[in-house]
């Protein structure tokens, strides 16, 4: 089910594979016709009608057989009378008729076993239990290795983390008692302890079956196991599956000790284990293209076959180096032994495309050297491909196969060319052949990774180029800290610190070019967007070979290239418009969720949520050009506003997290409160009625109340949110998290002199739940609705929508206008929207007349950074007693850039209902406090309750 990764500049190739030696003789292609043929007709077969694949098939033999009967009956008349010169044009039409004819029955092969392959996924009782979701035992084998997913954030909830193995079913047995024998392969769906099962295992299941996600897949149904515990194993692994995966372990076991990123990266790096590899690191490598470093293509072969036997075009000569060579090794046994550890490095790194594509490459070249036959590299890709389709049609839907495959060719037919272009102009040997080899597969892969993932990578050209110096040296030591884990753990620690430097590099590269604002560029996905991507290129290679001869060209070139990447604030504000020199607010674009920016002075903001992925809001943050974030504002803890966190701590200064006192769901409050306390950062709890101010910006707390206080605010994580009312740029701004109606009517009676506010941002992502007296009383100028699109709740509700427009206001959505700035003044607010695909940006200014209201204000007290007044607004029935906050912990870290004494103002203010005068807590030395009353009280060095109070 998942697709390989993506084979970009395995320029290690290059050395091995010899493009050198390719570039100086003619091409042998007669196996590229044969190879494709046989590619294209499994792809098509694999989903095809049985008796159509027979029919075309039969059709394709008849057609062969008539070539050959006409070839023969004309080469008989023409016998022993031909001339010369006939007889050299009679041999090449007899040449094209015998490749026409190695076309067709290749195309024939591979038909049919893609036909048979596909088969498979639909005879049986499998396919018809899972199009009724019907429950089932299953007894299957495991082919390939477990697989955590990443979990995803559907609505307001992280789906549950799950184990997805692949398996072939070998007994089906429904509720009903009927047993039957099949032979179909299926996607088991299981949880965490499946992650120790190892290919081979025989396992007995029970669980549901569903049709897969897409129609044409591999496997014939997904079975959802629903029991949580360990799998119940029939039969353990082969001998040799376990000793693959003692291996495996031991290298785990090497790199505990390392560095966070080289412990993770390592073991990818060498055997394609990427268990460890956190979701950030792997969103770096995909960005910038480097992916293929952990699917363990053919560079890692290549450097060890290079160790072996040297460079393969020596490999036959009297001056042939390598170890085998060292050792006194012949070359037939140097042949042989290269063959046994192809195979032992498929064993140990699973039969992924690409280690598929690299294993029988080297295989028939290995085969050539001992052989002493001449060592033709393309012929041997195409056999490779060929072999491999008939051996699994499957791959030859694999998108991680294509890409080997795309990579490899233009390793072996364009870097060759591009090198000496480079070095005519100039360019060392070895940096043209690197920087051809780089270009050469980026070239080629790039439109399919726009079929895939509708971007392209300005930065993998450059980012392969300075990451492939690190992959030899940690292949080496990492295959040798593998090899010497069962036997000297302490040697094995030893050669993995060694190989985790290269690593810790190869990581290091792959953060600080994601990090770049222009790393990637959107692009049309699908199909149509791939053909429109290799055109453009086709178009920009034809153009530079021309183009590209002046040095003074070049350099331009390469400049507007830097700037495209680097994209300087003042060079993107003046092409783009975005963001807005004096914008006040940003409604981040994060898809379904909330991440609202404060402008709080240069480089610096207020973030209230952080939306449901930490890229989104991570990117959103780096264009607005945000470094620093005084306070993060969590409204509730559910997924959609707080699983961003990573993303916001991320190279970046927070000062402390604030959230609404009500720790539910609870796991999701653990994780910010983890995710908090490894980077150091305060958790406080945000209390009714506090205002804080930083620079020209300020709010003020309105909801919830304390625990004890509202039942209304303990029906749920929604009606906690956290209110607040922002002051800025002489703008009024109300955000309402995901108040629900009743909180939303509890919250107008508790402050019912509230002023109208210029922005509204709507609860709930403009649910169609809201409360009218609530939105009529505020009647906002403009409304901000942070939504995702396409999602499946309907968000936001068109009853919200009109409502509001009914009331005067201007809607705006980031699912249709993307990221929306609010800037302005006097004149009130300006709208600004960032640019979405298909739409350009827009500045709507909202001018609907209203009238003036004075509000009090928070009072700037003398202090550097943050202040805050703070005004206890509760409102508590008579019959019930307050309990105040518990009292929190100090501060782990201070902010450098505040006063370390800092006081505020908390008077006390009578409510409706009764007065709660409460006490005020002080943690830390710096601006954080706690306050639950009134009185007047002053940030001091210690936890103890203030005299002043």
């Known amino acids: 089910m998942t697709r390989a990764a993506v084979p970009q500049a395995a320029a290690t190739q290059a050395s091995v594979t010899g493009p050198g030696d390719e570039g100086r003789v003619p091409a042998d292609l007669r196996l590229v016709g044969p190879a494709l043929a046989a590619w294209a007709a499994a792809a098509v077969a694999l989903t095809a009608e049985g008796r159509t694949v027979a029919i075309a098939c039969g059709a394709a033999v008849l057609v062969s057989g008539v070539l050959l009967l006409a070839a023969a009956a004309r080469w008989g008349s023409r016998r022993g009378s031909a001339e010369p010169a006939g007889r050299t044009g009679w041999a090449g039409a007899a040449g094209a008729v015998g490749a026409?004819?190695?076309?067709?029955?290749?195309?024939?092969?591979?038909?049919?076993?893609?036909?048979?392959?596909?088969?498979?996924?639909?005879?049986?009782?499998?396919?018809?239990?899972?199009?009724?979701?019907?429950?089932?035992?299953?007894?299957?084998?495991?082919?390939g290795d477990p697989k955590a997913t990443r979990p995803r954030v559907?609505?307001?909830?992280?789906?549950?983390?799950?184990?997805?193995?692949?398996?072939?079913?070998?007994?089906?047995t429904t509720t009903r008692g009927v047993t039957t024998a099949v032979r179909t392969p299926v996607l088991l769906m299981g949880h965490q302890p499946w992650l120790g099962l190892l290919p081979s295992t025989e396992v007995r299941v029970e669980g549901w079956l569903m049709p897969p996600s897409r129609s044409g897949d591999r496997v014939a149904a997904v079975v959802r196991v629903g029991d949580s515990g360990p799998p119940q194993v029939v039969a353990g692994p082969s001998m040799v599956q376990r000793a693959a995966g003692r291996l495996r372990a031991g290298l785990r076991e090497a790199t505990d000790g390392l560095a966070p990123d080289a412990r993770a990266l390592l073991p990818g790096l060498v055997v394609g284990d990427t268990s460890r590899v956190p979701s950030d690191l792997e969103e770096a490598f995909r960005a910038t293209d480097l992916t293929h470093l952990l699917a363990v293509s053919g560079g890692n072969l290549a450097v060890l076959l290079a160790v072996l036997i040297g460079p393969p075009h020596l490999a036959s000569r009297?001056?042939?180096?390598?170890?085998?060579?060292?050792?006194?090794?012949?070359?037939?046994?140097?042949?042989?032994?290269?063959?046994?550890?192809?195979?032992?490095?498929?064993?140990?790194?699973?039969?992924?495309?690409?280690?598929?594509?690299?294993?029988?490459?080297?295989?028939?070249?290995?085969?050539?050297?001992?052989?002493?036959?001449?060592?033709?590299?393309?012929?041997?890709?195409?056999?490779?491909?060929?072999?491999?389709?008939?051996y699994d049609p499957w791959l030859a839907r694999g998108y991680g196969f294509l890409l080997s495959v795309l990579a490899t060719g233009a390793l072996l037919t364009l870097a060759p060319r591009w090198a000496a272009a480079l070095r005519r102009r100039g360019m060392p040997d070895r940096v043209a052949e690197a920087l051809a080899a780089a270009g050469a597969a980026q070239a080629v892969c790039a439109p399919v990774i726009a079929v895939l993932a509708a971007r392209v990578s300005l930065v993998a050209v450059p980012c392969n180029l300075l990451a492939e110096p690190a992959v030899a040296p940690a292949t080496v030591l990492g295959f040798a800290a593998l090899a010497a884990a069962p036997l000297v753990p302490p040697l094995a620690e030893g050669l993995a610190w060694l190989a985790g430097w290269p690593a810790r590099w190869t990581a290091t590269v792959a953060r600080t070019g994601a990090g770049l604002p222009g790393a990637e560029l959107a692009w049309p996905g699908g199909w149509a967007g791939g053909l429109w991507l290799a055109a453009a290129t086709a178009v920009v290679l034809l153009i530079a070979g021309r183009v590209l001869r002046s040095p003074w060209v070049c350099g331009a070139c390469a400049l507007l290239l830097l700037l495209a990447v680097v994209r300087p604030a003042p060079l993107t504000r003046g092409l783009t418009g975005w963001p807005p020199p004096d914008w006040r607010m940003v409604a981040c674009d994060v898809g379904q969720g909330d991440a609202l920016v404060l402008a709080a002075g240069p480089h610096s903001a207020v973030l209230v949520d952080a939306g449901p992925e930490p890229k989104a809001v991570d990117r959103c943050l780096r264009r607005l050009g945000v470094d620093e974030v005084p306070m993060l504002v969590l409204s509730h803890f559910h997924a959609d506003h707080v699983d961003g966190l990573p993303g916001v701590l991320r190279g970046r200064a927070v000062g402390a997290i604030e959230t609404t006192s009500y720790a539910l769901p609870p796991g999701r409050a653990a994780f910010v409160r983890r995710e908090a306390g490894r980077a150091g950062v305060p958790v406080v709890e945000a209390v009714p009625g506090e205002r804080r101010s930083v620079g020209g910006l300020s709010w003020e707390v309105l909801w919830p109340p304390p625990a004890g206080t509202s039942a209304v605010a303990e029906d749920g994580p929604n009606d906690a949110s956290v209110v607040l009312l922002v002051r800025t740029g002489g703008l009024t701004l109300l955000l309402l998290g995901d108040l629900e109606p009743p909180a939303q009517q509890e919250l107008w009676e508790t402050h019912p002199g509230l002023p109208p506010v210029d922005v509204l941002k709507v609860a709930h992502h403009g649910s169609a739940y809201q409360d009218p007296r609530l939105t009529r009383g505020l009647r906002p100028r403009l409304a901000v609705i942070s939504v995702g699109a396409g999602n499946p709740y309907g968000h936001p509700a068109a009853r919200t929508i009109g409502a509001l427009r009914e009331q005067g206001a201007a809607v705006l959505r980031t699912d249709t206008d993307g990221p929306v700035a609010v800037t302005g003044g006097q004149g009130g607010p300006v709208a600004v929207t960032g640019q979405r695909r298909g739409r350009r940006r827009r500045r709507q200014p909202v001018q609907r007349p209203r009238r003036s209201r004075t509000v009090d204000g928070c009072r700037a007290l003398p202090a550097r950074g943050i202040t805050e007044s703070c005004t206890q607004r509760i409102s508590t029935p008579i019959s019930v007693t307050s309990t105040p906050p518990a009292r929190p912990p100090p501060p782990r870290r201070r902010y450098g850039t505040f006063s370390s004494v800092i006081s505020w103002r908390c008077p006390s203010r009578t409510s409706r209902s009764t007065s709660v005068r409460r006490s005020c807590w002080t943690a830390g030395s710096w601006w954080t406090r706690w306050c639950a009353g009134g009185g007047e009280a002053t940030a001091m060095s210690s936890t103890a309750r203030s005299r002043s109070c």
């Open 100 to 143: 026409v004819v190695a076309v067709l029955l290749c195309a024939v092969a591979g038909a049919a076993v893609g036909a048979l392959a596909g088969a498979d996924t639909r005879r049986g009782p499998v396919p018809e239990l899972a199009r009724r979701h019907a429950e089932a035992t299953v007894e299957a084998t495991v082919t």
């Open 154 to 172: 559907r609505g307001s909830v992280r789906a549950a983390p799950a184990v997805v193995v692949e398996a072939e079913a070998s007994r089906v």
């Open 318 to 390: 009297a001056e042939r180096r390598g170890l085998a060579a060292r050792l006194g090794i012949p070359l037939r046994l140097t042949a042989v032994l290269g063959g046994g550890l192809a195979l032992g490095f498929v064993v140990v790194c699973r039969p992924e495309p690409s280690v598929l594509r690299a294993a029988v490459c080297g295989l028939i070249t290995l085969l050539a050297i001992g052989t002493g036959r001449s060592r033709a590299l393309l012929p041997a890709l195409a056999g490779a491909v060929l072999l491999l389709v008939l």
